[in-house]
């Protein structure tokens, strides 16, 4: 991986042990953009500071807590976030001042354990009493039960769940009253809902289908900029026409947030995406767009021609995949800031383009592929 460096002034990378990792590259004024800051924002903040919670986020360090404690923040919220303490607590953003980013950090609230050691959960949030939980790396209901168990009088669970849950189907996009999967990878996320249903809890699911954006610790948008990157063709499954979605983290974010005192979503679920639906072909293009790299080779195979180990050749599932973001629009106001190529934009220059990355180019699977498509010509 590159190596992490310190940016000047409001470029600053965090310390090594951050997940915003990479090497030091220097950026023009003309491309810093605005900190971020969702559209109504100014009307949010007035209005909830007449009715501060105490809110705690379990996790909170990386990725899609990062957007969303902010948001939190500027709302006049206290804020905790329980973590093990392995990252720094808080990171200057990309594009952030340094004025912003401390007085972020100054309102921060931080409380380290190990949300698996239930008995330390227990004492020390009954000792807190928080109002909200914003669980945003929970997985299973065996994780979620001591922290409701310390707090009998919470107001809301905000839950992050996965549209991976529903069942397999010919008929989409998915929504909210879709099957779901008992077998899912994610059925830990279900019973997270059931216990909170049984519970009594004022609770709220939501459902992303693909995030990216800035500080992605999946390897979504960057596989295919580590390519682009390197001139290389990119292989992709299939005739390259199957559908998926994507929702960038800030409108995420923005998500989570609406949802916090709504009573539209007490009990309810709510799928967060992006507007647009897009192929694989279409995302690989989108990508190169965003990137500033010419039109992309694509080089089509089929997966079941060859082995490729425990190593994953592409970073979508090999269908199509996309869910319905009405309910959300049409209960919560809530409408995408991004379109696909501008999150896209958004995240290489913030991330990627100034050479920092979560994982290290990897080509071993694209090598086999564009290895037996040469000898077949």
């Known amino acids: ?28 004024p003309q ?32 990725f899609i807590g990062v957007f969303l404690s902010r948001l939190l923040v500027k709302e006049g919220h206290q804020v905790t976030l329980f973590t093990r303490g392995k990252a720094p607590i808080t990171q200057q953003l990309p594009g952030e001042s340094d004025a912003e980013y401390a007085e972020f950090s100054s309102k921060i609230q931080h409380l380290k354990g190990d949300r698996m050691d239930f008995e330390f959960v227990k004492t020390s949030l009954s000792a807190k009493g928080y109002d909200v939980v914003y669980d945003i790396n929970g997985r299973e209901a065996v994780e979620v039960e ?3 168990d310390a707090l009998p009088n919470l107001e ?30 994610h059925k830990g996320k279900l019973e997270t809902e059931s216990l909170l249903t049984a519970r009594g809890v004022n609770w709220t699911s939501i459902r992303p289908v693909y995030i ?28 390259g026409n199957q559908i998926t979605q ?31 639906y897009v192929t694989f072909d279409g995302l690989a293009r989108a990508c190169a767009k965003a990137g500033g790299f010419p039109e992309p080779e694509l080089v089509h195979y089929n997966p079941k021609d060859f082995d490729f180990g425990k190593k994953k050749a592409f970073p979508f599932r090999d269908q199509h995949f996309f869910a319905s973001i009405e309910k959300a629009s049409r209960e919560l106001g809530w409408t995408p800031e991004f379109g696909l190529v501008e999150g896209l934009t958004d995240s290489y220059s913030l991330d990627f383009g100034r050479g920092t990355f979560r994982k290290a180019a990897d080509f071993t699977t694209d090598d086999m592929i564009l290895g037996k498509k040469l000898a077949t010509v």
């Open 31 to 62: 491309k810093r953009r605005r900190s971020w800051q969702p559209r109504g924002a100014r009307v949010q903040i007035s209005a909830a500071a007449a009715d501060s919670k105490n809110i705690l986020v379990m996790g909170g360090t990386r």
């Open 146 to 148: 001591p922290i409701v």
């Open 246 to 276: 994507l929702g960038h983290v800030k409108d995420l974010a923005t998500a989570f947030n609406l949802v916090l005192g709504n009573p539209k979503a007490s009990q309810q679920i709510f799928n967060i995406s992006g507007a647009k």
């Open 156 to 185: 809301q669970y905000i839950y992050c769940s996965s549209a991976g849950v529903y069942l397999k189907s010919d008929l989409l996009p998915h929504c909210e009253a879709d099957a779901v999967d008992p077998k899912s990878r």
């Open 212 to 239: 990216y954006g800035p500080l992605n610790y999946n390897p979504v948008e960057e596989w295919f900029f580590h390519r682009l990157k390197a001139g290389r063709p990119i292989p992709i499954p299939g005739a």
């Open 1 to 28: 991986m590159a190596a992490t460096a310190s940016l000047k002034s409001s470029l600053r990378l965090p310390s090594p042990i951050s997940d915003f990792s990479g090497a030091a590259v220097s950026v023009s």
